[in-house]
C-alpha cells in the first residue's frame, strides 16, 4: 500500500512548536513528541475523586495505546510516515503517564482503580480496546495490518478525548485537567492524521 500524503506540521497540540531540537521529521514537518511544558509537571493537592479515576484510567488507556503503537515497528512494509506517527504518540503517552503515576503518588493514590466495570460506567466504560482485537492485528501484516491498525487506534484514540472530556466536566485539579485538554487536542489531531494516511478513512 502507498500513502502518497504527508503529515501534517507536527501533531495537533502534540506537537509543540520547537523545531532544531533533534525530533524525528517526516517531509519536512518535524513531529515533536510532547511539548516541553507538558513535561516533568507536579500537580496541586487540590483533586476530587474524578481527577484520581481519570488519572487511573487514562494510565491504562495510555499503556494499552502504547502497545497498539509498538506493533507498527514490528510488521514489514509500514510506510514511514505512519511510523514516524506511532513513534511519536508513543513517547507522547509515556511522557503523560510519567506525570500521571507522579501526581497520583505524591495524593498517595494507587495507579490502579476498581476492577468492577459498574465504577467506570460515569466515564463512558474503561475505554480500553478489546484484546482479541488487538490479538488478531498482531497476527496481520503488510495492507491488512495498515487498514485494522488505523481503525483500531483511531477508536482508541477517540476513547482517550472521551475520558478527557469527563475530566474536564468532573475535574477539579488544575493540572489533571489541562492535560486532559491537551489529551483532547492531540487525540483528534493524530485521528486526522491516521485517516490522512489511509484514503477513505
Known amino acids: 500500500m502507498k500513502f502518497g500524503l504527508i503529515l501534517v506540521a507536527g501533531l495537533v497540540a ?20 510532547v511539548p516541553q511544558s507538558a513535561t516533568g509537571t507536579s500537580a496541586s493537592a487540590e483533586y476530587n475523586d474524578a481527577d484520581v479515576m481519570f488519572l487511573q484510567m487514562m494510565l491504562a488507556h495510555n499503556n494499552q495505546g502504547v502497545e497498539i503503537v509498538k506493533l507498527v ?3 514489514q512494509g509500514q510506510q ?8 511519536a504518540i508513543e513517547a507522547t503517552q509515556q511522557t503523560e503517564s510519567s506525570d500521571m503515576r507522579n501526581w497520583l503518588k505524591s495524593w498517595g493514590k494507587p495507579e490502579t482503580g476498581s476492577m468492577d466495570p459498574h465504577a467506570h460506567h460515569h466515564h463512558g466504560g474503561d475505554g480500553l480496546t478489546d484484546k482479541g482485537l488487538l490479538e ?11 487498514l485494522d491498525f488505523v481503525d483500531i487506534l483511531v477508536a482508541h484514540q ?13 475535574g477539579k485539579n488544575p493540572e489533571s485537567k489541562a492535560l486532559a485538554q491537551r489529551i483532547m487536542d492531540s487525540r483528534t489531531g493524530e485521528v486526522q492524521q491516521l485517516r490522512a494516511l489511509v484514503p477513505g478513512q
Open 14 to 33: 502534540l506537537a509543540g512548536c520547537g523545531t532544531g531540537d533533534g525530533s524525528p521529521t517526516t517531509a519536512g514537518a518535524p513531529i515533536s513528541p
Open 136 to 146: 488478531a492485528l498482531s497476527k496481520k501484516d503488510g495492507g491488512d495490518f495498515t
Open 80 to 87: 514511514q510516515p505512519l511510523k514516524d506517527l506511532a513513534a
Open 73 to 75: 515497528h514490528t510488521k
Open 158 to 170: 477517540h476513547n482517550g478525548v472521551a475520558l478527557a472530556r469527563t475530566e474536564l466536566k468532573d
